[in-house]
Structure formats: C-alpha cells, structure tokens
T-cell receptor
Framework: AQSVTQPDIHITVSEGASLELRCNYS??????LFWYVQSPGQGLQLLLK??????LVQGIKGFEAEFKRSQSSFNLRKPSVHWSDAAEYFC????????????FGGGTRLMVKP | DARVTQTPRHKVTEMGQEVTMRCQPI?????VFWYRQTMMQGLELLAY????????DSGMPKDRFSAEMPDATLATLKIQPSEPRDSAVYFC?????????????FGPGTRLTVL
C-alpha cells in the first residue's frame, strides 16, 4: 500500500521569501502525485498534479513541484511567498491498484510573517 | 464554474440525535468520497462510491454511520445516534473516475458539533 509523509507540521516564512514544503511517498511503481491547499474554513483545492512526463510540474498561484524518483519525493516550491499563501498544504498519492482513492499526508501548516 | 456543494455548512446537535449531511457532486462525475477531518486524526477517508455503488467504507464506524447515493446527484452521510467524538468537519469530494490518478474535487465541508 502507498503512504505519504510530510515531515514538517508547521513552517513559518517571511513574506517574499522562498518556500519549499517536503513530501515523501512510498509506492513500488510510478505514483500519481498531488498537492492540495486548504485555506481556513475551506475545502481542499488542487494546486498541481504529476502523472507522467516532465518531472517539474507547474501549478496555480505560482507553485511548482518536482518529482524525484530516486528520493521518493515530490516537494512543493514557490519562489516568493505572499501573505495569502498562509494555509495548510496536503500532499497525496494515487496508484493504479488503489482504484480512484488517494492517500493523503498529514499536512503542513504554513504561516507567513509580514 | 462546477463545484461540489454540501449542506448544511454548519450543524450543532445534541448527543443521540440523528445527523444527515448531503453532498451534490459535480455533474458528470462518477466517484464520490466522504472524508472526516479532525485536529487529532487529520483527513480520514470514510467511504468511496463509484457509479453510486459503495466500493470502500472500511474507514466508517458501521454501527452508527451510513452512506448512500440515492441518485447520481446526491450523496448522503448519516450518523445515528451522534456522539461528541463525531464532532469534526466532513468533506465530500467527487471525481471523473479515471484510473489511478483521478483528481478529487472537494466541497466546502460540513462542520459538525455534537454537544
């Protein structure tokens, strides 16, 4: 079965600084990888996803993520963080043998300092 | 802009009462998921439907929870009787049912408080 680990429960960055949120997965074959964002009081919104092809994936709101098979990682990055990026971020993995189900990580809460 | 809708958005009830949460998936989507989110447990999958048939409800407490899809435009999650430990935010999500890498689209959630 697949699993996802987000090692950082909380991260604080200053507005304008760069951001990297870590995600490690466990799955024997090529996974399908997702990043979702949850603003306070809202549902989860898809930021980006990786299925195949180019390992650097561009998403909405200026986010990108890079799939690194050798490290079993799919880290989320943004070059310059805005105060509105404060939210909780979830990494998720899907697999062919899991039907349509996704396995979610525990989430990373991002706080942005002015 | 197609969205998943959930009603009610907030529900406060007393222990022992029945609670029904409703979800309208995006038109044309054939998979529906129910999740529960708490501070302690994070995001937990409760039930998963494909073409209105339940495929996985292993995450759901069977004695008090039930999930159904009376038709393709409505999914329901019922708790009877409710308990304080059921207090959480319940999310519904829907998807196109693509193999393996299906994107799930989430509703805004129902915040349930059981007193």
């Amino acid at each position: 079965a697949q699993s996802v680990t987000q090692p950082d429960i909380h991260i604080t960055v200053s507005e304008g600084a760069s951001l990297e949120l870590r995600c490690n997965y466990s799955y024997g074959a090529t996974p399908y990888l997702f990043w979702y964002v949850q603003s306070p009081g809202q549902g989860l919104q898809l930021l980006l996803k990786y299925f195949s092809g180019d390992t650097l994936v561009q998403g909405i709101k200026g986010f990108e993520a890079e799939f690194k098979r050798s490290q079993s990682s799919f880290n989320l990055r943004k070059p310059s963080v805005h105060w509105s990026d404060a939210a909780e971020y979830f990494c998720a993995v899907g697999a062919l043998n899991a039907g349509n189900m996704l396995t979610f990580g525990g989430g990373t809460r991002l706080m942005v300092k002015p | 802009d197609a969205r998943v809708t959930q009603t009610p958005r907030h529900k406060v009830t007393e222990m022992g009462q029945e609670v029904t949460m409703r979800c309208q998936p995006i038109l044309g989507h054939n998979t529906v998921f129910w999740y529960r989110q708490t501070m302690m447990q994070g995001l937990e999958l409760l039930a998963y439907f494909r073409n209105r048939a339940p495929l996985d409800d292993s995450g759901m407490p069977k004695d008090r929870f039930s999930a159904e899809m009376p038709d393709a435009t409505l999914a329901t999650l019922k708790i009877q009787p409710s308990e304080p430990r059921d207090s959480a935010v319940y999310f519904c999500a829907s998807g196109l049912g693509l193999a393996g890498g299906d994107t799930q689209y989430f509703g805004p959630g129902t915040r349930l408080t059981v007193l």
